[in-house]
């Protein structure tokens, strides 16, 4: 576990907090239009949960779903009629300022990040000690809020459902995004022979963190060219399995997060018809949903503080332009990950610049 820094931090008084902030809030479901910068109640931290005052957050396509109520089934979780919580944002990097009761690791002015859910568009949110872990002291905020999601999911399908060692062959289909650019990453730290498929613009970004090939999918198509990989980690999910099982060696794996979206199911049934397809040969097709393990996000923090993987950052959006934010991600086009910070953009943007 990475040491924490406490001593740039002083915890505020009790009666310094203020109790009420600024957050991103929503009353309906919609477009990103829904999304409003509104003064509301501070929260406070149950048993087990820690008040952070958010530095950073960051954007993933789950906040779209959970702000669109799109694909329909998400609102079983989301609320059926309109949002149950009115403030999006999971990934949280900031600074803990209360402590719930029975909370064990952490303690106000602790550096931390993690994935909390929803409630991090503000400026203060709370989260589970056990979603969150220590922030390596040479990480920046917005770099740190880029990890949480993205980085699990990757790890997760890599390792625990591909069986990633050093060696393997994997193609990353997806590269660019917030998912891909860790993956590349990822896999390459895990010590594996890595082939990213990106658009035209990204393939120098897509080099530079690592991949050993790339490959334009605008240019060529990786299932008519690529065989023999042992690991198919897939972020677009836009191929059947009669294309991507070709590129597969015998006993290989294609990994898939996501794939064509219906209106209601999501990708879900899609991706159940290409997983029963596969079972009828010798390379086998899976999908997931990442989860939040602490010991996942300490790994992910240890790589972080080794310099092994290095968030791929866009741009950095003040807090007010969350609704623009999340509509540049909508497009579906975004190069590794958007933030949103909380505190000072100005102050953000310059130490990206300097990263
Ligand atoms: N199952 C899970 O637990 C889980 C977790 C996180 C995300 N997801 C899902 O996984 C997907 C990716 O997430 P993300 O956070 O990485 O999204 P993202 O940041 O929006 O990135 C999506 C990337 O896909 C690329 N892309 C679009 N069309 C493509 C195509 N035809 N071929 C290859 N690449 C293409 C885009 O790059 P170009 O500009 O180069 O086209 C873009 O960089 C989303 O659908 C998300 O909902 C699932």
């Known amino acids: 576990m990475t040491d924490i820094d406490r001593s740039s931090h002083t915890p505020p008084a009790a009666d310094e907090l203020p109790l009420r902030m600024r957050a991103i809030v929503q009353d309906r479901y919609g477009t990103p239009d829904v999304l ?35 694909p329909y089934m998400a609102r079983a979780m989301a609320g059926l009629t309109k949002p149950k919580h009115g403030i999006p944002g999971a990934d949280v990097a900031g600074v803990v300022v209360r402590v719930g009761g029975d909370v064990t690791r952490f303690r106000p002015g602790d550096e931390v990040f993690g994935e909390i859910g929803h409630g991090a568009f503000a400026e203060y949110a709370v989260g589970r000690e056990t979603s969150l872990v220590p922030k390596p002291a040479g990480v920046t905020f917005e770099q740190a809020a880029a990890v949480p999601l993205a980085a699990l999911t990757a790890l997760q399908g890599l390792r625990d459902q591909g069986g990633i060692e050093p060696g393997k062959r994997v193609l990353v289909n997806g590269a660019s995004g917030g998912v891909g650019t860790f993956a590349v990453q990822i896999a390459k730290s895990f010590g594996a022979e890595v082939t990213a498929v990106c658009s035209t613009g990204k393939v120098a970004m897509a080099a530079s963190i690592g991949a050993d090939r790339v490959i334009d999918y605008t240019r060529d198509d990786y299932t008519a060219t690529e065989r023999g990989y042992d690991i198919l980690f897939d972020n677009a999910g836009d191929r059947p399995w009669s294309e991507t ?17 219906h209106a209601i199911l999501g990708p879900f ?9 596969s079972r009828f040969g010798d390379r086998r097709m899976t999908w997931f949903t990442a989860q939040v393990k602490t010991e996942d996000l300490e790994l992910l923090a240890g790589l972080l503080d080794a310099g092994s993987i290095t968030p791929v950052i866009e741009a950095i959006y ?11 991600l909508g497009h579906g086009h975004a190069l590794g990950k958007l933030i949103i910070s909380v505190r000072d953009v100005q102050g953000a943007e310059e130490r990206a610049a300097h990263d």
């Open 36 to 70: 409003e910068m509104r003064e509301v109640a501070t929260p406070a931290p149950g048993d087990g949960e820690v008040l952070i005052r958010v530095e950073a957050s960051s954007l993933n396509m789950y906040d779209w779903h959970m702000t669109t109520g799109t």
């Open 318 to 328: 003040p807090l007010a332009d969350a609704a623009s934010a999340l509509r540049h």
């Open 269 to 277: 049934r899609r991706l159940a018809v290409r997983k029963l397809q």
């Open 245 to 261: 099982s070709r590129v597969l060696a015998p006993g290989g794996i294609n990994v898939t997060i996501t794939g064509p979206k």
